[in-house]
């Protein structure tokens, strides 16, 4: 197992998009298994394979309070969605930067657990959010894009300070 590196925005590896698992190898696996523990480590509720620069469509969730309720799934498709469900939604590929998104509260997903078997989750409020925020990671979309232009350019200043200061530039 490993702790992998999280793209950060505004990387150009962010806004790649992710191309469907076409069967599920080892390494398939070890990267699931590194996702999830990249994601426990951070203390995020969710990663997207785009954010540890694999261009593939697997997602790794926990919504879970005590942690301990792993949910991976990879070739997602939303097939359902309604309503709406607002939240203070943050991104481990945009450290410290919270603000508020409007997405559809219930959604119905299909795709393919890590034994490569077909699922399908009705997932409602906090999990239908974080879904809908790891597939817009799949297709290199950040949260951000919902923003203001204004908003968005001054979270990337603000980033791109932080980077430089942190000598990651
Ligand atoms: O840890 C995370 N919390 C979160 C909060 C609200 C909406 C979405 C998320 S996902 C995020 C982890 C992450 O960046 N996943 O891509
Ligand atoms: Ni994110």
Redesign the pocket.
């Known amino acids: 197992m490993s702790i992998l590196t999280i793209l950060e925005f505004p990387d150009e590896q962010l806004r790649k998009k992710a191309a469907p698992v076409k069967n599920i190898d080892d390494n398939i696996k070890q990267l699931i298994d590194d996702m999830l523990e990249t994601m426990y480590h951070a203390g995020?509720?969710?990663?997207?394979a785009t954010?540890v620069n694999v261009h593939l469509q697997i997602l790794v969730i926990d919504t879970s309070e005590q942690k301990n309720d792993p949910l991976c799934l990879l070739n997602p498709e939303i097939i359902s969605k309604e309503g709406a469900f607002e939240?203070k939604?943050?991104?481990?590929?945009v450290p410290e930067i919270f603000e508020k998104i409007i997405r559809p509260s219930h959604i119905t997903v299909k795709g393919l657990n890590r034994h490569g078997e077909a699922i399908e989750i009705e997932a409602i409020d906090l999990l239908s959010?974080?879904i809908q925020?790891?597939m817009d990671?799949l297709r290199g979309k950040l949260f951000v894009d919902y923003l203001s232009t204004l908003k968005r350019q001054r979270i990337k200043t603000k980033l791109e300070k932080m980077h430089r200061l942190e000598g990651k530039e």
């Open positions: 995020g509720i969710g990663l997207a954010q939240y939604e943050g991104c481990l590929s959010t974080c925020h790891e990671h």
